[in-house]
């Protein structure tokens, strides 16, 4: 059986490459707290290779405009349509942010209509229980950026109500971004919605 | 003279062509003619000449006249018919599939079709063929037989086990997008799992088949075993072999090696549907699927010469006596033939 591999996705636009913590973080996670078989370390894999077909979660982030090119765009399309999940992250958690206005339109465009997810989806409770929907993260509690909690995350549903692509404001990606040994300095352990989200798209 | 041979020769052509276009509008079906004989006759001897396989009544009611004292004798107009049986079952698959099988002589062209059209042709080897039709069929000709199909099965879920990983949710998407239920107990560390569906026991009156993805299935499997030797289906892929090896040698399962086929699902743009099909196949070649019968319906004739000989018993040389009228086609003749002799008198005779 092929271990499973976090993939962080590699785009012609923006900055791709914003969070390179959050792989080794959440891979961490999985090896801590499942039996999942994981690979050791992450991939990058661009949007316009056939490569991304070897990893049906991709994890996207950035700050900057975020456009994909023609090319990406069909990719991205076929991707999901044969059952690939996207998760995009917002790194600058702002509601009017460049990457926020950009990626929605980009990914609507795409993929589909983003709705917003009901807190009640099986995401929330794919492993660890979030009764309250996405966990808040500091960036949102500090008033840094927008200084606004965003209570739902949004996605494109599927057939079932299947998640197609997550996209969250709440900038996972700063509140990820650290090396997994601080992990013990913690009282509880943020990554933890990171790991429903790879066990919901690895059995959903 | 040779104007009285051309008035002749037209008046033979136009009483053909006449007597043609009567019998054209008045032309009965061997069924009819059959049926209209069937009340004509006596009650002392029937002789027959099927030019074709009888219908079922027909063959029913010469049966009748039969155990009635009645002497029936019949034997084939011309070359027998092939003899032919076809029959068709469901398969344990959502989406709908037949698989039909035909005995038939080796080399024999086999034209499988139903009430909408025509659906496969093939040729028969080693005594028949089979065909699976990726659709619910209600009833299948072949060549003149025809067969009419249960009504359906009987499709309880299934069951995957495993762990969680790619190989598990792409089977369970595949199954569901062909409209399988699928309850899973996927292993995600010593103390928790993903569980989807209910908790049923497993049992042959809870699940079709199981499915036993890798590993993970290791502590079902004593339930595995009860089940397969219940008669239900098991699947056992991938590194569930290793953990399953005695339920491997059950009739009823099927083992399969390769635990990445969702690189096939996810490699091409026709990924999703051949990964569909794979385990669909998979499925219904172990699925148990208890089936509703379908009432008899007068139009089942899987076999129609063997029943015909069975109903009749083996065709006799008869006579075939009294002066019937011709066949169209000797009508047809005169009738040219009549037209040429009138049109090369006058041609010869320099007449228009």
Redesign the interface.
Known sequence: MSAFVFATGRYESGDWDSAPLVPANLIDSIARYTSIEIAPSGAIVRLSSDAMFDYPLIYLTGHLPFRFTTEERRQVREFIDRGGMLFVDDHNHDVGGVFHRTATEEIARSCGPLVDLPNTHDLYRAFFVFDHGPPTTTQELNGWGDNLVHAQLQAVLGPGDRIRVLYSSKDYSSEWGYHPESKRQRSVDDTRFGVNIIVYALSR | MRSVVERTARLVAIVALAWSAWAIAHRTSVETNARRALTDWTTQSVRIALDSTPSPVVRDWLAALRRNGVTVAWSWWRTPPTPLAVAAAPLADPAGATRVAVAAPSGTLVALADRLGSIDTGRAASGGLTVVAPIALKSIGASGARAVIADSLVLRPLLVLG????????VV?SL?ERGWTVD?R?????H?A?TQGRDSPLDTAHYAAVLAI?SGARSAAASIERYATQGGGVIVA??ARRVLGAIARASNVVQFGD??T??L???S?H??AAHRDLWAGLVAAVAYAPRVPAAAHVEDDPAPVASTIARLGPPTPVERGGIGWPDPWVWFGVLALGLLVDWTSRRLRGAP
């Open positions: 762990t969680v990983s790619w190989e598990t949710k792409f998407r569901e899973t996927l292993v995600l560390g010593p928790h993903v890798d991938g590194s635990d990445t969702w690189r699902r996810m490699d743009a990924g999703p």
